[in-house]
């Protein structure tokens, strides 16, 4: 398996590993499409068209050539700070459970450290999420833009982390289409 960043050669398949990634589950964003592709596969697509991409945080994962998984980071704001909000993380279910997740993960929070990015906040599960060093947003002073979140909603600071980095997160504009 080797992960580097996405090329426009990539677009389609990163696509069909999201769409399938999230069909079906529960927690995904409602379908936006005539296909009925969950919101999480057009999400990508929206974000790579908006000012909040970030071409160095959009990372697959490939195998024998073939994309089996994807993950990506996005501008956002925390207060006035610029921040960074991860999602969506997709592996091709086939493959889920092989360690693809993790590798994706390590690797953007490795490159989004490296580009001296202070935090990454995200929605998602503490028990999966809690093994990267996410922890409770709110524990840090990060507020989310929905409390019903609660401790879905949580955030990994990186070297660059200050202590006064507080407020409410703003994701990229194309999270509040979903």
Do not use: N
């Not at 990539?10 to 964003?29: C, K």
């Not at 024998?64 to 998984?69: I, K, L, M, P, Q």
């Not at 982390?161 to 994701?171: A, Q, V």
């Amino acid at each position: 398996m080797l992960i580097r960043r996405e090329t426009p050669a990539d677009i389609p398949a990163i696509r069909a590993v999201t769409a399938a990634a999230f069909r079906g589950a529960a927690h995904s964003a409602p379908p936006v499409e005539p296909g009925g592709d969950p919101g999480e596969a057009t999400l990508v697509g929206w974000l790579r068209d908006d000012p909040g991409w970030i071409p160095e945080l959009s990372l697959v994962a490939t195998d024998a050539g073939a994309v089996v998984g994807h993950v990506v980071c996005t501008r956002g704001m925390l207060g006035e700070t610029p921040a960074l909000g991860l999602g969506p993380l997709s592996v091709s279910p086939e493959r889920q459970g092989a360690g693809i997740g993790s590798a994706l993960m390590h690797a953007v929070l490795g490159a989004a450290d490296a580009l001296s990015e202070p935090v990454v906040v995200l929605v998602g599960e503490p028990a999966f999420y809690g093994r990267f060093g996410f922890v409770p947003a709110d524990g840090l002073g990060i507020t989310a833009p929905d409390p019903q979140w609660g401790a879905y909603f949580q955030a990994r600071p990186l070297t660059a982390h200050r202590p006064d980095l507080r407020g409410t997160f703003r994701y990229a504009a194309p999270f509040d289409r979903l």
